[in-house]
């Protein structure tokens, strides 16, 4: 991986803190009496937030495509050595990381089930697949 992809990884990293970030102020908004209109405005920030997130997950899987041909392209005894098995790995966590991504957006849009409320589901999101799918994008950048 090279470093403009290393920088790209952090910039993708940061913006899915940033959505983490919203869902926080979301769920936090929840706890309070909101009126119905207030109730739209944050179900249209979660709706805003699965398409910033879809974006991310766009170039996430472009950066882990590359990373694939790379080592596809490389002749079989480099794939063997240190750097095609780090990019192995790092593809493998991109992978990773766009699978926690897809299953964050697919949680949000499909909503709460009877047994849970919406701050359930937006921290399980938060704290689970969105934080899994930063811990798997600082894996790639190593």
Avoid: W
Avoid at 41 to 51: G, K, P
Avoid at 70 to 75: E, S
């Amino acid at each position: 991986m090279n470093a403009k992809q290393r920088k790209e990884l952090i910039d993708l990293r940061l913006r899915i803190e940033a959505q983490s970030n919203r869902l926080e102020v979301v769920v936090s908004e929840l706890d309070t009496q909101i009126d119905e209109d207030r109730k739209k405005d944050l179900l249209e920030t979660i709706d805003n937030v699965c398409e910033m997130l879809e974006d991310i997950n766009t170039e996430v899987e472009q950066i882990k495509e590359d990373e694939e041909e790379k080592f596809g392209n490389m002749p079989e005894g480099l794939q063997q050595s240190e750097s095609g098995e780090k990019l192995e790995a790092a593809a493998e966590a991109l992978g990773e990381a766009f699978d926690y991504v897809e299953s964050a957006v697919s949680l949000l849009r499909q909503g709460p089930d009877a047994n849970e409320s919406l701050a359930d589901v937006l921290n399980g999101v938060k704290d689970d697949d969105l934080q899994s799918a930063i811990d798997q994008l600082e894996a790639a950048a190593e």
